[in-house]
């Protein structure tokens, strides 16, 4: 059975920074398509970050410079490390794996999600 559990989520303020974590057991995360997706309260959910098959990353526009998706295949944990953010960047954050289609893309088809953590900033 696949579990993916965020944690690192919390309250900062704007510029701030936090590092969020994906544990995944029953999975390996390790040149599979894993990635980061948020959803803000009464928007759709929105891909931010992604590892391909071969562990190229692509980023969404609004996090690109800021945000880093970065992974540690012996703890099977994925991670986004997230700087200088802003209030935009308030949402519910969810890592997400196994791509459905042939090919990893920074949309919703993913087999396998998290329950979320929760980023909020505000000053």
């Known amino acids: 059975q696949v579990q993916l559990v965020e944690s690192g989520g919390g309250s900062v303020q704007p510029g701030g920074s936090l590092r969020l974590s994906c544990a995944a057991s029953g999975y390996t995360t390790s040149s599979r398509c894993m990635a980061w997706f948020r959803q803000a309260p009464g928007k759709g959910r929105e891909g931010v970050a992604m590892?391909?098959?071969?562990?190229?990353?692509s980023y969404a526009d609004s996090v690109k410079g800021r945000f880093t998706i970065s992974q540690d295949g012996a703890k099977n944990t994925l991670y986004l490390q997230m700087n200088t953010l802003k209030p935009e960047d308030t949402a519910m954050y969810y890592c997400a794996a196994e791509s459905t289609l042939t090919g990893c893309y920074l949309g919703p088809w993913y087999l396998y999600w998290g329950q979320g953590t929760q980023v909020t900033v505000s000053s």
């Open positions: 590892f391909d098959s071969d562990g190229r990353t």
